[in-house]
């Protein structure tokens, strides 16, 4: 499956941005889809990730109360985030697995990424 992630942007801090996930194909039921992000100089961390058959939802410590995981339709997968941070810059991926996991290694199909970019 590929996936094509959309919706980065500049934004002030504060402010929201609704990122969108596109699946090439209907995503399987047995699928988690999960965001992570990479700021520069850092390692790819998880953000949020939502188990595809039942809607259930996990998200990292920093996202909590911020961001959302939802499923939009059958091939799509979003994330609003608001209020944003000039700490949330990064790009941010999409990527599709099998396992409840947060490592990013569980995750067999990624995105390309979307840039984030958050002013003070």
């Known amino acids: 499956v590929q996936l094509q992630a959309s919706g980065g942007g500049l934004v002030q801090a504060g402010g929201s941005l609704r990122l969108s996930c596109a699946a090439s194909r209907r995503i399987y039921s047995s699928r988690v889809m999960g965001w992570f992000r990479q700021a520069p100089g850092k390692q790819r961390e998880f953000v949020s990730r939502?188990?595809?058959?039942?809607?259930?939802t996990e998200s990292a410590e920093f996202a909590k109360g911020r961001f959302t995981i939802s499923r939009d339709n059958a091939n799509t997968v979003s994330l609003q985030m608001n209020n944003l941070k000039p700490e949330d810059t990064a790009v941010y991926y999409c990527a599709a697995g099998t396992q409840w996991s947060g490592d990013r290694r569980d995750y067999d199909y990624w995105g390309q990424g979307t840039q984030v970019t958050v002013s003070s």
């Open positions: 939502i188990r595809w058959s039942t809607g259930r």
